[in-house]
């Protein structure tokens, strides 16, 4: 079974760029090889990064392509030949298929009578095809960011590359790309081990022999050492553990090459700084991670993952050096937190003037004042609402609220979040709760923020999650004003993650709000805007039910084609639905209800004049009849179960129409040649369609067969 390496060796990738990179180059050279039939079945695949090297090791490749047969079809047969001689046409269609004139056959198809040939291709040697066509991939492989490195050409990529390297087996293929021409040679640690060249002799010896030269290419064992080694470290504190920190371990992983962990210390005053600030200056600002005794108290001590491997008198240098930095940083930041204590957050209202939020939008000033006529508006559609529906508990403080609108993005204006612009929203909420401020409203203002991403928690109050809200409404509302929404894959004010924020918002909490009342309120009943914000909403509404809960793609298409307006509503839908479509009887339902759908459709197309239910005197079958009147039976009863939110049995009520919708297909043609029992019938149709679709629209359900 052959085997095939392929390693890139670059200058320091940045760290985020290498998962999405890995990943690419690992797709990219496996679509090749399969498109290109140079892999056994069950072939397998491992890849490998470091920030110097993207690598990609096959194992069960085909070193000659099989021979191929293709079936050509070429000119119409009244064009290939005239006076019983080949034309030109045939001859070159002959030539294209290598087969001689008088072997072409004559074949009919829709259009008519054509040539056609077998034509024989005789497989390429997976050199001859990796050679052309793997530089192709590397070309095309997305960065964010990229750079030209040689001067008047064309290359670009994130890094420039030093070396490649690409074996079939111990052979060494000469893929050239960017002036580099590939061989069997790569490079170990550019510290531990120096510059010497190290030869791969099979792709199977390439991670034991970078091992030895002190790099660990394998993403997983480095994640794996690391977390060993933060226990280790941390072990010398007793009672300590390592705050767990995912994102920085993923972080930490794809800047090292050789990780180890060094234990460092900081003065126990600085702990009197606000934790958060003291948990981002060593976690943005220094990749440490912090330390905590069992009761999450955080203690004067760091983890540093360090890319070299230090030993003797170089272990008390590398952690001084570290102590060193970190002091002068938590100096800074004491620093700006104590001159930030001599302006109130209400003394700092004012200078939000100065600072701009964008430009045609104007100031944070202006977005401040928007923001807190929104959030009135929200808490008290909240208030109403709450007080209105029996059983449902929200309390809304308007005024904790207004006063959190007000002070929100006062910490723009403070030192430490210039300083710290990752504390944005947190230095606030904390200057808030040292100043005396109510403590909803400073819980809201730390808060409000929150969701950053999918993966963040929502505000855990409601005047927070009012707040959230409407802060991303107006930013949402205000750009699409200005015609700035995303477009593609451009998003640059973050709109989607904004939106994504209040659709998780809505799901996750008790807000009876709906994205009509949001978009409405934030583009103060603008129709032609209100309604593009509401479909942009309704957009994320169903990236969410679809990406991130899981529902399925026809499911979530069915549900937001009918009032997408609730998304807690619409989640309990998606999921009843979710739920029913394995029955019997759904699955015939839905398909009747897609054929009423398509009649209707095609009878409004043809100019058919007919109303919900007109007419009704006009259906004298008695399949009709009965399915008339079991409709509108039953339709009450799903209306009653609708608006109490009982969605399972609902469409379990609908299901049971299955058999008179079966009947009536069975033994009558709704297009009847006479034009009053033609309408009668689309209007039952139609009926049907508009009493029952409440839940869902069943003909977007896809049926198997």
């Known amino acids: 079974m052959a085997e095939f390496l392929f390693e890139i060796g670059l200058e320091e990738v940045p760290a985020r760029m290498l998962p999405g990179a890995e990943a690419e180059l690992t797709k990219r050279v496996s679509d090749l090889l399969t498109r290109e039939r140079l892999v056994e079945e069950g072939f397998s695949v491992e890849s490998y990064s470091t920030p110097r090297r993207l690598a990609v090791w096959v194992k069960g490749v085909i070193a000659q392509q099989a021979d191929a047969e293709e079936e050509l079809v070429g000119p119409p047969v009244k064009a290939a030949y005239k006076d019983g001689q080949p034309t030109k046409a045939a001859e070159a269609f002959a030539e294209k298929a290598g087969i001689p004139v008088d072997q072409l056959r004559t074949i009919t198809n829709a259009k008519g009578e054509y040539l056609a040939a077998t034509a024989k291709r005789a497989g390429k040697s997976f050199s001859e095809v990796v050679l052309a066509e793997l530089p192709k991939e590397i070309a095309a492989m997305y960065w964010a960011k990229n750079m030209r490195w040689r001067p008047f050409l064309p290359e670009r990529f994130v890094r420039p590359i030093k070396w490649i390297l690409a074996l079939l087996d111990g052979a060494v293929l000469p893929v050239e790309w960017a002036g580099i021409t590939a061989s069997n040679v790569t490079y170990g640690h550019r510290v531990l081990f120096g510059y010497e060249p190290i030869t791969i002799a099979t792709p199977a010896e390439y991670a034991d022999k970078l091992y030895q030269a002190k790099v660990m290419v394998n993403v997983e064992h480095r994640r794996e050492r690391i977390r060993k080694d933060l226990d280790k470290a941390t072990r010398i504190v007793e009672g300590a553990r390592w705050r767990e920190d995912h994102p920085l371990v993923d972080k930490v992983t794809h800047l090292t090459e050789w990780p180890t962990v060094l234990l460092g210390k900081f003065e126990d005053e600085f702990l009197a700084l606000p934790e958060e600030v003291l948990v981002t200056v060593m976690r943005d600002h220094q990749n440490y991670f912090a330390l905590e005794n069992g009761e999450h108290k955080l203690q004067p001590y760091f983890l540093a993952v360090l890319n070299t491997e230090p030993v003797g008198d170089a272990v008390e240098i590398i952690r001084h050096g570290n102590e060193r930095v970190l002091r002068a940083r938590f100096n800074d930041a004491r620093f700006f937190y104590e001159f930030d204590q001599r302006a109130s957050l209400q003394d700092r209202v004012e200078l939000l003037k100065n600072v701009t939020f964008q430009k045609e939008l104007g100031s944070y000033y202006a977005k401040m004042e928007r923001t807190n006529a929104l959030v009135v508006t929200l808490g008290q559609f909240v208030r109403e609402r709450a007080n209105a529906q029996r059983g449902q508990v929200v309390s809304v403080k308007l005024d904790a609220l207004t006063t959190a609108a007000t002070l929100a ?46 993966e963040d928690a929502i505000p855990s109050t409601v005047e927070g999650q009012l707040l959230s809200i409407a802060d991303k409404a107006d930013t949402i509302a205000g750009m699409f004003g200005l015609g700035m929404q995303p477009t593609g894959s451009k998003d640059p004010f973050g709109l989607r993650r904004a939106a994504n924020g209040i659709v998780k918002i809505l799901a996750e909490s008790d807000l009876p709000l709906t994205l009509g009342e949001i978009a409405g309120a934030a583009t103060n009943n603008n129709e032609a805007l209100c309604a593009n914000v509401k479909s942009f909403l309704g957009e994320r509404l169903e990236w969410y039910l679809r990406d991130i809960r899981g529902g399925a793609y026809d499911v979530v298409k069915a549900v937001m084609a009918t009032d997408p307006d609730d998304v807690r509503d619409a989640m309990k839908r998606v999921d009843a639905v979710s739920a029913a479509r394995a029955g019997a009887d759904f699955a015939a339902i839905a398909a009747a209800f897609k054929r009423m759908k398509n009649l209707v459709e095609q009878a409004k197309a043809k100019g058919e004049v007919f109303s919900p239910g007109s007419k009704l005197e006009f259906l004298t079958e008695p399949v009709e009849r009965s399915l008339s009147e079991e409709a509108g039976r039953r339709a009450a009863w799903v209306e009653g179960l609708r608006k109490d939110g009982d969605y399972t049995l609902a469409l379990a009520t609908i299901a049971e129409l299955r058999p008179f919708v079966d009947a009536f297909f069975d033994k009558v043609m709704v297009m009847a040649p006479e034009p009053q029992l033609r309408a009668a019938r689309l209007g039952l149709l139609l009926r049907i369609l508009l009493d029952y679709s409440k839940v869902a629209d069943f003909s977007e359900i896809v049926i198997a067969g």
């Open 409 to 454: 993005k006062t910490d723009l204006t403070t030192e430490l979040v210039k300083e710290f612009t990752e504390l944005q929203g947190i230095i606030g909420g904390l200057y808030a709760k040292a100043q005396g401020v109510d403590e909803a409203a400073a819980i809201a203002i730390y808060e409000h923020y929150q969701p950053a991403g999918m």
